[in-house]
């Protein structure tokens, strides 16, 4: 027993960077996407470490807002999350398409899903729009008012040779009122159905996420640690990358969700408090 927790202490001692989820780990959001709740820890936990110079991004499932947006509604809350450490999976997009010659893509979401591949110098259309189902991408994000049209149209740019790249699989977060449905993991389910197309998933547990965040931090991905609410997302992105896993009980998982999990999905550590971090960073 000894031993086996000097093995777990001494995993938890390499990490050198974090990346923390945001909704059920450092606030929960309001049904409307507009407000937040902060959680216990996450304003002591962001301030000690940049104090500190603890390197750490916070990357969000979330895509409704680019980060230019979203970040100086965080930091009026208390949070100490510059916009260039707040990431989206539209980051990672933005980062991954051109690498894999991209250049005009179809999105399906909100304007605000597509901010950061026009950043990057991509071209965005949306359904209806000239030369739309001739775009080299599919990008699926958060899209609430999704029409049938809007499928139909990303079916045929993926029948005419487009990829599918999609922003979060997840079926649901944790927000203030309870577990919300993703809308882009049904939007998915539906494009998929039609085509039969693999998808490329820009998102928390994709690796490309994870190898994103380890090249913004300067950290190998083997000892970065992650911090999150769920098995599905956080925990298997950690555990497949090779990185620390630190499962909060804040948002969808308490501590007796987390020790049922397989090992694949199970925390390295479960936190019975954000703060908790502090005496562990002190002590690497």
Not at 112 to 124: D, I, S
Request: some cysteine; charged content about 25%; aromatic content about 6%.
């Amino acid at each position: 027993m000894r031993q086996s927790r000097s093995r777990k202490e001494k995993s938890v001692q390499r990490v050198e960077g974090f990346m923390f989820d945001l909704d059920g780990t450092l606030v929960l959001t309001d049904h409307s996407l507009s407000g937040y709740h902060l959680l216990p820890g996450a304003v002591e936990v962001l301030t000690e470490f940049t104090r500190r110079g603890i390197p750490f991004v916070v990357l969000t499932n979330g895509t409704h807002y680019p980060a230019a947006e979203q970040a100086p509604k965080l930091r009026a809350i208390g949070l100490p999350i510059p916009d260039e450490i707040l990431l989206t999976p539209s980051t990672v997009a933005a980062d991954l398409m051109p690498r894999r010659g991209v250049k005009r893509v179809l999105v399906l979401g909100t304007p605000g899903v597509g901010h950061a591949l026009r950043e990057a110098g991509l071209q965005t259309l949306v359904p209806g729009e000239e030369r739309a189902e001739r775009s080299d991408a599919v990008y699926i994000g958060w899209h609430p008012q999704c029409s049938m049209k809007d499928i139909e149209a990303a079916v045929k740019a993926i029948w005419n040779g487009a990829e599918l790249y999609v922003a979060s699989d997840v079926p649901f977060f944790a927000t203030a009122s309870g577990k919300r449905m993703g809308y882009s993991h049904a939007i998915t389910a539906a494009v998929r159905k039609m085509t039969r197309a693999p998808m490329v998933l820009t998102g928390k547990p994709s690796l490309h996420a994870l190898r994103f965040v380890a090249r913004k931090l300067g950290v190998p991905m083997r000892r970065l640690g992650v911090i999150g609410d769920d098995p599905l997302v956080e925990m298997i992105m950690a555990r497949r990358g090779g990185a620390i896993g630190f499962g909060v009980t804040t948002g969808m998982s308490k501590k007796q969700d987390w020790l049922k999990q397989p090992s694949s999905r199970r925390p390295h550590r479960i936190l019975r408090n954000l703060t908790e971090l502090l005496t562990l960073s002190a002590e690497s």
